[in-house]
């Protein structure tokens, strides 16, 4: 028996589910393929957590603390951290990884690309054929997951060697 | 955001946690439950109210439960209710958005449908002339929306196999219209108003009550013959602390105890039962109405993201 540490994330469907069942148009797919949720125009009605097969979204609903779970700051720390929460957070709306757009519109990696050590996480544009990413899929036979929804995700595992 | 549990870093099937009493946020998330059953109770009132009854009275309450309860129901759920109106913008793709669309047309064709009759007696038509007549054609129909699309939100739900069938939006159908009978009933017994078609009523549930009997029987086998994940949603019905709410109160209570006493009112053996008896069947079909849409919901469970192999 083995244990293996997977990551899950956001697929970036090119036919994504939680687009399409949507009813505020807040779930967009950019020209570039990654999915975005506008967090001004989402309501919060959860279609889009239910509807993604990978488990990927969550709705932001109320702070908690870390530590304990609970709604009351068990630290000074908590307090603070609390108070920024409120004051910056999307509450009540439906949030998810997005491949870090910001960083990425500026030429850069998402972060958690970046900050693999083990380089195990690769990024790239996945229509040039020649580029990193799809070699890798080409050559290690990079799979999808749970390719029968017909979602076609933007995420590729590549069996261990 | 949530703290993450144990129970997200396990691989198998994963059930759904937002829709239904008992997900993330407790209470609030059964506010979506309730949505969807009043919305379908009540749009199953108002066409039974008003083509089998006749009764004013019946079908207003059941326009009030759709356009007050389910409206109200829906805004609790929200986490952002002051953007409601954004949830009419895709009826392209979304079935909520269909929904939505198909009980706003419903409230406004029934409200002007029932205007003659509740005051409103200066409007250019009443019940029997044929704009009246066309006004509740187009309510019945947009009610029969209104008591299918929620089956239609769920089936369109891939990952989450005991969702994603074709018996979905019939089975919500049937439980919507046998919620308006059972609805009707208790509206009449409380306002102390005349049954006219009383056996009509009588055959119809009974009618409905077998046919709801039959389909949840057949969503259980189909689901047992399914997938892996379809299986353990069963189970979880029938052999896990929700199988008091799937088959004591959605199958016992709501189903064959209102079936026992329907047909014996039906076949006049002893007598006709007693109103209070009825009265509590109806109770009882509601709550079974109610009870199913939680179990369903409940057990909900997305396929397992990695298979084995991995």
């Known amino acids: 028996m083995i244990r293996q540490a997977v990551p899950l994330l956001c697929m970036n469907c090119k036919e994504p589910e939680c687009e399409k069942v949507c009813p505020t148009g807040a779930t967009k797919k950019r020209p570039d393929g990654i999915v975005i949720v506008d967090s001004k125009e989402c309501v ?3 279609y ?78 996945l229509d040039d054929p020649e580029s990193e990413v799809s070699q890798l899929i080409k050559k290690r036979r990079g799979m999808q997951l749970h390719p029968e929804y017909g979602t076609d995700a933007s995420v590729y595992y590549l069996p261990a060697r | 955001m949530d703290v993450l549990k144990h129970e997200d870093f396990k691989p198998g099937p994963r059930a759904q946690m937002e829709w239904g009493f008992g997900g993330r946020r407790r209470w609030r998330d059964g506010a979506l439950l309730m949505a969807l059953f009043l919305g379908g ?26 356009v007050i309860g389910k409206t109200v ?81 769920l089936a369109s739900c891939k990952s989450i196999t005991s ?17 308006g009978v059972a609805m ?9 108003g005349e049954i006219l078609n009383r056996s009509t009523m009588t055959n119809l549930d009974a009618i409905l009550l077998t046919t709801m009997l039959a389909l949840v029987v057949i969503y259980i086998v189909n689901m047992a013959a399914s997938t892996s994940t379809a299986r353990e949603s069963i189970r979880r019905l029938t052999a896990t602390k929700l199988a008091i709410a799937f088959i004591g109160l959605a199958i016992v209570a ?22 209070v008896f009825l009265a509590a069947s109806a109770v009882l079909e509601l709550a079974g109405d109610l009870s199913v849409r939680h179990s369903i919901l409940r057990a909900g469970l997305h396929a397992p993201v990695f298979s084995e192999g991995l």
């Open chain 2, 254 to 275: 709501g189903l064959l105890v209102p079936l026992t006493l329907t047909y014996y009112d039906q076949l006049g053996v002893g007598g006709t039962v007693a109103s």
């Open chain 1, 44 to 46: 919060g009605c959860r």
């Open chain 2, 163 to 179: 969702w994603n069938t074709a018996l979905m939006p019939p089975l919500f159908f049937t439980y919507a219209i046998a919620g």
């Open chain 2, 41 to 66: 109770i009540g749009a199953g009132q108002f066409v039974v109210s008003t083509w089998f009854i006749h009764s004013v009275t019946s079908a207003l309450v059941g326009l009030l439960v759709v």
């Open chain 2, 73 to 153: 129901a829906h805004l609790v759920y929200l986490g952002r209710p002051a953007r409601f109106y954004r949830l009419f913008l895709r009826p392209r793709t979304s079935w909520i958005s269909r929904g939505l669309i198909f009980m706003m047309v419903f409230a406004v064709f029934a409200a002007a449908y029932l205007a003659p009759d509740i005051g409103f007696d200066w409007v250019p038509w009443t019940s029997d002339t044929t704009l009246g007549q066309a006004l509740w054609v187009a309510a019945v129909l947009s009610a029969s929306l209104v008591m299918v699309y929620d089956g239609f939100v």
């Open chain 2, 184 to 192: 009707t009933y208790l509206t009449m017994t409380a306002t102390g």
């Open chain 1, 48 to 125: 889009c957590a239910v509807a993604c097969p990978y488990g990927a979204r969550y709705f932001v609903d109320e702070w908690k603390d870390y530590f304990t779970g609970d709604r009351k700051p068990s630290s000074a720390y908590a307090e603070h951290q609390k108070k920024k929460w409120l004051e910056e957070s999307d509450r009540g709306v439906v949030s998810k990884c997005n491949f870090c757009v910001d960083r990425v519109e500026k030429g850069r990696k998402p972060a958690c690309v970046d900050a693999c050590p083990c380089e195990a996480r690769t990024f790239g544009d």
